[in-house]
């Protein structure tokens, strides 16, 4: 169980990183998106600065299944990398298909990776709702500004 540990650990940091990296790169992009547009984004506007956001989230969360494919290939558990990738988003997602399986040595890492993968989603899903609640906030004070009924479609 330490040899686990000792080799999962590590991988969930290097995760932790990735995924930080993506979150400050997204973040970094938003806010010199909103500083250039402080008066009023056009609905596109918005519509490119969250799509950019999803996608680095994503991008993030892809890097991180990689990254545990390639442990696993390190590991000798799959003899291709396509195969190693399949199995790690299927941990990483946690959807437990169970149609691969890894070697009884090794199987513990999956559930290691699927708690990571719940993290990482979920900071990934937190970035975009704030995204998302901020981009209503300016169109809402935007409108309140221009005098424009709220309720109006």
Partial sequence: ???????????????????AVFVAKGLRYYARFKQAHRERASQWQDIQVLSMVMLLMLLGIFVQMAIWACLFRVLGEFSDFPTALYHSAVNFATLGYGDMVMSQRW???GPIEAANGILMFGVATSVMTAAVIDVINGQT????????PLDKP
Wanted: glycine residues 6%; contains cysteine.
């Fill in 1 to 19: 169980m330490l040899a686990i540990l000792l080799t999962g650990v590590p991988v969930i940091v290097l995760c932790l990183i990735m995924q």
């Fill in 107 to 109: 199987r513990v890492l």
């Fill in 141 to 148: 004070a935007a409108l309140e500004r221009d005098g424009e």
